[in-house]
């Protein structure tokens, strides 16, 4: 999309009417004042130019021109912002191409699923008996429909037969793990009597579900869908999608540990919350909030294995250096107790009084339940409190050691303490730990968004064809790719990925899935302009100097090996960054 285009649209649209979807405006002036929809604010520091036609919050910096605004308002791409505006303002635009995900039958399947649990918690008997389950929880029928919250009948083949009916592949339904066949060759459905909660990836796709019992002789609280292609407890988070907007206006995430917990606290006013799915907090959930907010809140339970969960979680969150503050639930309730016996604005008063950063909370962890009269305990104590130190900048240090020595009645100058860097980060175990660590390679991730520029345009793909060499891919798999995407455009004009990857070897449909179409660049459709283009394609020619000057230095590094040709070569390769 050109420049003019850009202007011409943002001129079209007016910045104040725009605004006034999503903020309530008061007249000051030649101007219009609000509150901040990015952050929170009680002060209203959102101002709207009409005369500029720009908007800005003095309180946080974001804002610009209509189509920034409405790009960070909606959480979309700059073109589809461009796109949607354009069309509001009944301009015409030549629309890109969107590619084809290779998952969509998977989704279109799992949200037909979706609104199926839903239409049996309202509208069958036992379904009646869930939502009456839900009403005594004290969750109304507007949180309900915010949630997508449904039932799945017992001992049923419902689900099967409908999705069948509409046409979907039995073999779709029981890879994504809706349904299972009997001995006999007949079909029943995985989650049976249960309340069903949808659990959708960050684009809001529907990729799995949880469902909890409601019978009290059932063993297992609760069961989730398997892992499938579409669906990695590990790498996904509770209600993420739904939150992003309260996310980016409170830049702050608030983690809990159970459903229940989000929906209660979503309805006391906490709406940038999320929660893991029984498992522990993984290195990739901590990475996925990292790239929305830098800051967290942990709000796990009060009792002893929500703690011993939140000293996990903290390591985790340090290591992809997440602000990291606690909350601390007086009685050792969850969030969903404690609000059901004290209400929503006691609950929202802790996340004031109550939070600790975590060297506060882990100090106090490790000191609760010790005698410390006991000399066992003493060494317990103080050998825990000197390993958390020994990651610690040395004013936090200096605090602690000075608070360890009180509490042993001793001098500081008893301690003495060891510092340590972070660990590397836990690493992706999909692929080898040589090629993960070569995927953090600023040229193979050019390789990368070559790659997803190839596949959504044949123009683009001739393109970037034309100006590289076959070898001028380092990384051998996304190179083969590349030949495939060129092989393929031969016969077609416009790329189906379903297709497409299907016709790769499995270790190349395995990088696809698991490198590929994980990068956010390729989930959210972010635009890659000529411009970007050529900087991509000069880092991938570049990439073959900088391979030759590793090459040469490490040549002329070896005791036996001078040479005076390569040492005039190595200077000439050392201007290459």
């Keep these: 999309m050109d420049n003019k285009l850009i202007e011409q649209i943002n001129e079209n649209t007016s910045i104040v009417d725009l605004v006034s979807e999503f903020v309530s405006l008061q007249k000051t002036g030649k101007n219009y004042r609000g509150l901040c929809p990015f952050h929170q604010e009680k002060t209203p520091s959102f101002f709207v130019s009409p005369e500029k036609n720009i908007c800005k919050c003095y309180g946080c910096g ?49 949200n037909e ?44 083949d419902a689900l099967y037969k409908l999705l069948n009916d509409k046409g979907y592949q039995v073999s779709d339904m029981i890879k994504l793990g809706l349904v299972k066949q009997k001995d006999d060759g007949s079909y029943y459905d995985l989650f049976s009597n249960r309340l069903i909660f949808p659990i959708t990836n960050p684009k809001g796709s529907v990729v799995g579900f949880s469902g909890r019992t409601l019978s009290k002789k059932d063993s297992i609280k609760y069961v989730n869908s398997p892992e499938t292609v579409i669906f990695k407890k590990g ?49 990739e959930q901590a990475k996925l909030i990292k790239q929305f907010t830098d800051s967290i809140i942990i709000a796990y339970d009060g009792d002893e294995p929500g703690m011993k969960a939140t000293l996990s979680a903290i390591n985790i969150l340090e290591k992809v250096k997440l602000k990291t503050e606690v909350l601390t639930i007086p009685e050792s309730l969850d969030p969903d107790d404690f609000i059901k016996a004290y209400g929503p604005e006691k609950y929202e008063g802790l996340f004031g009084e109550y939070l ?65 860097k972070q660990p ?34 044949k123009n683009d793909s001739k393109y970037i064809q034309a100006r590289l060499k076959t070898s001028d891919f380092v990384d051998h798999v996304q190179s083969t790719i590349r030949i495939l995407i060129d092989s393929y455009y031969k016969d077609h004009e416009l790329m189906d990925v379903l297709e497409f990857v299907n016709s790769l070897t499995s270790e190349q449909r395995e990088y696809a899935e698991h490198m590929l179409f994980k990068d956010i660049l390729w989930e959210h459709s972010l635009p890659i302009d000529e411009l970007e283009f050529d900087q991509l394609i000069g880092l991938v020619k570049n990439a073959n100097l900088v391979r030759r000057k590793a090459y040469v230095k490490a040549k002329l590094d070896q005791d036996d090996y001078k040479n005076d040709v390569l040492l005039e070569e190595y200077k000439l390769l050392v201007k290459v960054k």
Aim: no cysteine; glycine share 4%.
């Design 62 to 110: 974001e804002g610009g021109s209509p189509i920034n605004f409405y790009r960070k308002i909606k959480n979309i791409s700059f073109q589809e912002a461009a796109e949607e505006l354009a069309e509001k303002a009944g301009i015409t635009v030549e629309k890109v191409a969107k590619q084809k995900d290779p998952y969509e039958i998977f989704y279109k399947l799992m």
């Design 113 to 156: 699923a979706k609104e199926f649990y839903k239409f049996n918690l309202k509208n069958s008997e036992k379904g009646q008996e869930a939502l009456k389950y839900l009403h005594q929880r004290e969750i109304s029928d507007s949180i309900i429909d915010h949630f997508d919250l449904g039932y799945a009948p017992e001992h049923s």
């Design 235 to 283: 790498h996904l988070l509770y209600h993420f999608n739904e939150a992003l907007p309260d996310i980016r206006r409170n830049k702050q995430v608030v983690l809990f540990e159970g459903f229940f917990d989000v929906i209660s606290s979503y309805h006391a006013g906490i709406q940038n919350g999320v929660a893991t799915m029984g498992t522990s907090l993984t290195i």
């Design 356 to 420: 600790k950063d975590p060297y506060q909370f882990r100090y106090h962890y490790f000191k609760k339940g010790k005698d410390l009269s006991n000399s066992n305990d003493i060494t317990a104590f103080k050998n825990q409190v000197l390993e958390m130190l020994a990651y610690a900048d040395k004013p936090v240090q200096n605090i602690y050691k000075n608070r360890l020595a009180n509490d042993l009645n001793v001098s500081p100058d008893a301690f003495e303490i060891k510092t340590k």
């Design 424 to 457: 590397p980060l836990p690493q992706n175990d999909v692929l080898p730990k040589k090629e993960v660590s070569k995927l953090a390679n600023k040229y193979e991730k050019a390789e990368r968004y070559l790659i997803y520029a190839m596949l959504r345009s």
